[in-house]
């Protein structure tokens, strides 16, 4: 797999931490409790974590002189390849739970396979993520669960985020060229083949939180080809503004 | 309980303290002890989570991903002694939600230090250097206050305030050797937060109601002036290192008494902001009681589903 491929690989994981870390470090300072707020800190954190190791990883592979906060604030919006679920704002807690329930399932299953993949440093990445992020989707599954069969208003918010969401879901599973040419190498991912599982696991937690599980004809998908949405301009026009601003300097 | 009682257990209580044993949360204390505690506790712990956020409004613009960790994990860190000191407030027979509906109506005070606003990157290095610097000269004493919880709380607190500290001069000095254009962003953060700061140390000795008792529980080791004079001399070099100024024209060293002189404090502007009139603090106590009101349908569930849980389980059981 020649590397600029590869970097594309690793950015098509990176940057759903990154843009989730993002909008979880949104919150901090205005949790519903001082519990939660720690916690959801930690998860983005945890993202953050992730992040700097694909980016310098990334930078270590590329041929021109890069650092992992190039990736990270000095792209355009359409070179940004994250998921459209993980860009949606923080609406309110039963949003900012959906969001991060559809996603941890997720997240969890692929490294779950990245540790298997060829390439040492991506298998050394995915498990240590994989331990954090089982913590994350415990996190996020138990307050699904909490939401959903808590109050009949929790019930009622907890469904609407859920029913709002799942159009993000299918991209989840798309799979790019660079993801094609990853798997053919050993190296990658097939997010594809996890789908069942997802839905399964996902299914259960609603089940047991009470939920339904939402059918749609129709799903929203382009994050991953940076075609982001509206909203995306305005997370990085925050994440960016001192990069742009005062450009080459050291911090 | 007899007079004759309560006054021997008020001599116990007075014998303990001046032999430096801790006051634990089952031991009698006399009421106004109590009292006093979950004052200063309480402030201590709604300034804790005010406190983030000023900074938190630089989570999402924090210049590299290296400093938005650090940042992120900052803040969490004082989300995490807020906790510690609501409980051992705990332990002194409050609970939380009361210490928070006597901060959200304007009851309880907290450090008027964040009612200041963080406009640029460098008040996040500033803040560290002088904000977390006062604080720990401030509460350094504590660690051995005669209060067991408070103290042990503060033993922790005190380690990751100068962990904080250190970061945040490290914030400076990368500015002050960067480009001009960032050391005048470091010389404007000192100019803005440098008054500010002292004002932390609290009012002079003569104008501070609480110190002679303070003094006496071991509250207070030193007088709100002392801790001043302590915290210039200490900062002053500091500032040199990094090469920017404070903007005191009176300050110099003083070989005499072996401390810098420095000129006078603007005390009705400190009085302004702790009567709530400062640049942020309507900000600041909206964005408290926003989130806590906004958060209690998520609470309110939480209890409903505990609550449906339990009885599950007693069914089981049954």
Known sequence: ?251 | MSEKEVKNLEEIFEQKIARDEKIEPKDWMPEKYRKTHIRQMSQHAHSEIVGMLPEGNWITRAPSLRRKVALLAKVQDEAGHGLYLYSACETLGVSREELYDQLHSGKAKYSSIFNYPTITWADIGAIGWLVDGAAIINQVPLCSTSYGPYARAMVRVCKEESFHQRQGYEIMLTLCRGTEEQKQMAQDALNRWWWPALMMLGPTDDASVHTAQSMKWKLKRKTNDELRQQFIDQTIPQADILGITVPDPDLKWNEETGHYDFGEINWDEFWQVVKGQGPCNKERLETRVNAWEGGAWVRDAAMAYAEKQAAKKVQKAS
């Open chain 1, 1 to 251: 797999m020649n590397k600029e491929n590869l970097i594309k690989y690793i950015l098509g994981i990176a940057d759903n931490s990154l843009i989730l870390g993002q909008r979880l470090g949104e919150l901090t300072g205005h949790g519903p409790s001082l519990e939660v707020d720690i916690a959801l800190t930690n998860i983005s954190l945890d993202l953050f974590g992730q992040v700097r190791s694909y980016f310098q990883y990334a930078a270590q592979i590329s041929e021109e002189e890069k650092t992992e906060d190039d990736f990270a604030f000095l792209r355009t919006e359409r070179e940004y390849v994250n998921v459209l679920l993980v860009e949606q704002t923080n609406k309110d807690f039963a949003y900012v739970i959906g969001r991060q329930f559809l996603f941890d399932h997720f997240h969890f299953l692929l490294l779950n396979e990245l540790q298997k993949s060829k390439d040492e440093t991506l298998v050394a990445i995915a498990k240590k993520s994989l331990k954090e992020v089982s913590y994350h989707k415990r996190f996020s599954s138990d307050w699904v669960k909490r939401l959903g069969d808590g109050t009949e208003e929790s019930k009622q918010k907890m469904q609407t985020a859920i029913n709002d969401l799942w159009r993000f879901t299918e991209e989840l599973f798309e799979t790019t060229e660079a993801d094609q040419e990853a798997i053919e190498a050993g190296i990658g991912v097939n997010v594809t083949a996890l789908k069942d599982t997802y839905l399964a696991n996902v299914s259960e937690v609603l089940t047991e939180a009470t939920l339904e599980k939402p059918e749609l004809q129709f799903f929203q998908s382009g994050g991953k080809k940076g075609i982001h949405s509206e909203q995306m301009g305005y997370l990085l026009s925050d994440m960016q503004f001192m990069q742009r601003t005062y450009p080459g300097m050291k911090w």
